[in-house]
Nanobody, 125 residues
Framework: QVQVVESGGGLVQAGGSLRVSCVAS??????SGWFRQAPGKEREFVAA?????????????VKGRFTLSRGNPENPVPENTVSLQMSSLKPEDTAVYYC???????????????WGQGTQVTVSS
């Protein structure tokens, strides 16, 4: 079983930036994605990146503000790490952000089988 662990959530003022990352315990060779769930709402897709890191997909609500990348030279297996850089944050971005991974490198918005526990991102107005 692959473990996925998120880090980097927190509190930021509207217009600010925040970076969240996640590390998988093993190579998955498929898309990694971020989803979020706000109180009282369903979980929604945010962004995804393929295994090679050369294809990304973003929800319209975050396009142009969020950037997803793969790789961390500090990690022994860099491709197991994905980072979501969030800029121009809005109060409506407040949610628990979940990282997910899968073994298939297609359909970036669905089919994830490995999930993290989530990290809280709160944007104050």
């Amino acid at each position: 079983q692959v473990q996925v662990v998120e880090s980097g959530g927190g509190l930021v003022q509207a217009g600010g930036s925040l970076r969240v990352s996640c590390v998988a315990s093993a190579r998955t060779f498929g898309y990694s994605g971020w989803f979020r769930q706000a109180p009282g709402k369903e979980r929604e897709f945010v962004a995804a990146i393929n295994w090679n890191g050369d294809d990304t997909d973003y929800a319209d609500s975050v396009k142009g503000r969020f950037t997803l990348s793969r790789g961390n030279p500090e990690n022994p297996v860099p491709e197991n790490t994905v980072s979501l850089q969030m800029s121009s944050l809005k109060p409506e971005d407040t949610a628990v952000y979940y990282c997910a991974a899968k073994t298939i490198d297609t359909t970036p918005r669905s089919g994830y089988i490995f999930w993290g526990q989530g990290t809280q991102v709160t944007v104050s107005s």
